[in-house]
């Protein structure tokens, strides 16, 4: 079954964090929050973390998206794949998700009375008052030892500006386009290629680096999925997904 | 005549300006933490239809202006008042008011997004303070001011709009996972 | 329903705890001064057995405590004069004693938490006082008092060790808070 375009565009204007979009979409919707609900989203969203990943927004934030995106797909996956085995792990995760949505939602709504409300009728207290005039009282802990302490551990610490170099490094792990134009290279040489070797053959290091890759190649190839190039088959005996380039490339748009 | 208890409240809650502590009243009038509270009901009371009103907010009480003159007040202040309200700030300020006493990482875990930023503003705002966390000394909590509430023209916690309901509807959600494991 | 006209006086004049003039009264709140006084009367009457009165002297109007409570406010007050200095009080004083003329809003953001009843209390104790910003008459700035400088053997703030340098890194934390708005 060929994907329809999306009728519900994301709103312009920036969303507070993952969950943010996500209920927007679901209640674009008028859907409760359920597994359901949050597949039939799935595609609009990794769409917005795409156009995300595009602007220049802090890779720190679109980190945040990403783990997200990651779940989504699993309930995706098994809405489009009714034999997938998901682990304990995957399930819970699941499961999570949904009840946090759920939260924030109460939350959201909430919040729309607290907005109204806020700073309307304001119930003020006399801080600026004072009685009588200031009497002058010292204390023998105001000296020039403890006061240049004090500053000094007041200056180490403030707010530093973000530090720039490690954003970068993420950067290089989690640019989805180049992940999706190395994966239809690769689908273009091999007939068959399982997803658990490609995910791998990207050789990251460390387990974050290799969880977030893992989430990026998840997210690439059903992103291909979408547009039709490629088939996912869920291969009970390996628990891994083959994909094979699509026999039938039926739309070319 | 002796003075009602009420009203050496009410003179030195007014001579505070400030909020104060249940147990300090206590200390400063010489009777025990249940007759402050039971005269705090009576002056609350006393204070209907008022230019005055008494907040309470965990265990201390501040003597405040009532919200209805909160024009007049803004007209006389030299201050701007900062009434602005950035989407993150209204969320996470949300979450802690319906939760009073909440972590950093339950906050994140609702927001979805790193919140500290966020807390520090509503800190900096003197809208949300820390608290340390009554059973777990190494953790911080986060909980409304006095000060929000006065942004939100209400003397109590459970004024907030649809109290009741919210809390009801977190706790549900928050324990019907709980039945999943 | 409207809030009558005496509990708007008791609530002004709480807010503002200085003498105010009829004739003030009557300009702030829009009406007549005849009005004003007949509303004088009934706020004397409703303050009856109350912890505050009304203090009239010629054509000023202010609330005070009521007589009978003279004893327990001196105690107060004698606990707030004894009480040693918070660690709060002193961070903020040390930012005014090093960022000389700053705002309330700047030292909250450089301290990470609201500063108003710390500075209050510092005004109270005369180490700092107010001025009003020369750039901007809304805005009103904290400088330490000579009192503070010569009870610490200094009589200028450049004697403060590294001065210079650390006032300039303060006004770098306040630049960067303001770019971020």
């Known amino acids: 079954m060929p994907e329809i375009i999306s009728q519900y565009k994301v709103k312009q204007g920036t969303f507070e964090g993952p969950l943010d979009i996500l209920l927007s979409l679901i209640e674009q919707r008028k859907l409760f929050v359920n597994e359901i609900s949050l597949a039939e989203v799935t595609n609009d969203y990794i769409a917005y973390v795409k156009s995300l990943s595009e602007e220049n927004r802090s890779i720190n934030d679109v980190s945040y998206f990403i783990l997200v995106a990651a779940t989504l797909i699993l309930i995706k996956s098994k809405s489009l794949l009714p034999n997938l085995d998901l682990t304990i792990d995957e399930t819970e995760k699941i499961v999570d998700l949904e009840k946090r949505l759920k939260i924030y939602q109460i939350i959201k709504n909430a919040s729309i009375d607290i907005k109204n409300n806020f700073g309307v009728n304001i119930i003020f207290t006399p801080v600026d008052r004072i009685w009588s005039e200031p009497m002058f009282l010292p204390d023998p802990s105001i000296t020039i030892v403890n006061v240049t302490n004090c500053i000094n551990d007041i200056l180490k610490q403030v707010p530093k500006k973000e530090a720039k170099l490690p954003e970068i490094q993420i950067k290089k792990i989690i640019n989805i386009d180049q992940i999706i134009n190395s994966l239809t290279d690769r689908i273009q040489n091999a007939m068959n290629i399982s997803f658990r070797e490609f995910s791998q053959s990207h050789g990251a290091g460390d387990g974050d680096e290799m969880k977030v890759h893992i989430i990026v190649s998840f997210l690439a190839m059903l992103e291909l999925v979408r547009e039709g190039l490629i088939d996912v088959i869920q291969t009970a005996s390996f628990g891994d997904i083959e994909m094979n380039k699509q026999v039938l490339i039926n739309n070319e748009e | ?181």
């Open chain 2, 1 to 181: 005549m002796a003075i009602e208890l009420e009203s050496k409240i009410e003179g030195l809650l007014f001579y505070k300006g400030e909020d104060v502590t249940i147990k300090k009243l206590a200390e400063f009038l010489a009777v025990s933490e249940a007759s402050i509270e039971d005269a705090l009901n009576k002056l609350d009371h006393s204070l209907l239809a008022r230019g005055l009103v008494l907040v309470r907010k965990d265990d201390k009480v501040v003597l405040g202006i009532t919200g209805e003159l909160s024009p007049l007040i803004e007209k006389i202040r030299k201050e701007e008042i900062n009434k602005e309200l950035s989407k993150a700030s209204l969320e996470t300020l949300s979450i802690v008011l319906y939760k009073n006493g909440i972590g950093r990482s339950e906050i994140d875990y609702i927001r979805g997004v790193n919140s500290s930023f966020i807390l520090r503003n509503l800190l900096v705002r003197g809208l949300i303070e820390k608290i340390v966390d009554s059973k777990d000394s190494r953790k911080i909590l986060y909980r409304p001011t006095f000060g929000a509430l006065s942004y939100m023209g209400i003397t109590s916690i459970k004024e907030l709009p649809n109290y009741e309901q919210v809390s009801l509807s977190l706790t549900d959600v928050i324990n019907q996972n709980e039945n999943n494991d």
